[in-house]
């Protein structure tokens, strides 16, 4: 582990979930340029199986088991390896433990293990309405609105019950980034 004047540090595991589109990579994204990368951020879209079913938004489309093992790696100050890229099952990326771990994704509170290794859990809560708009205007292909429509916003519903149970909190993903942000930097700023 890494020692702080002779201390070891024992790293804090946040889980920031929410369904697509509700503005929680973004968000992690802003906050990690502002503290110049002092935190360690993990994106659940690295953990993607190569052999993936064709129903992304599906747990099963996940290396849950890596993810959990890279977890507990980094809780217990040790370092990991993670896939650089997604749908790669590459473990090619070395990190090492951090003060604050940030983990974000939208079936993140879905695995029960998983759950249990988080010491703070965010749910980013976002309407269906901004789904699609965010999605469209993301993809700029009104032809997705289809996939949108029929498999992502049905398919994040079957799990944001059960996800959104699981959090210690709940952020209203509707407002700007900027305010979602500034939720979110307070929960991390209590460690």
Known sequence: MKKVLGKKIKPVIIGIGGRSCSGKSTV???IEEKYNRKFLCINQDSFFKI???NNWENPDSLRFDKLINSIKDLKNG???YIPNHRCTEVFD????PHKIIIVEG??????????KLFDKKIWVDVSDLNILYRRLKRSNNLKK???????IIPESKKYEYQQKKEADIIIDGNKSEEDIAICVEKQIKKY
């Open 93 to 96: 990326r070395e990190v090492k």
């Open 145 to 151: 609105i289809d996939y949108i429509m029929s498999v």
């Open 106 to 115: 939208f079936l993140l509170f879905i695995n029960k293990k998983l759950n």
């Open 78 to 80: 040790k370092k990991t």
């Open 51 to 53: 052999n993936a079913p």
């Open 28 to 30: 992690v994204k802003k």
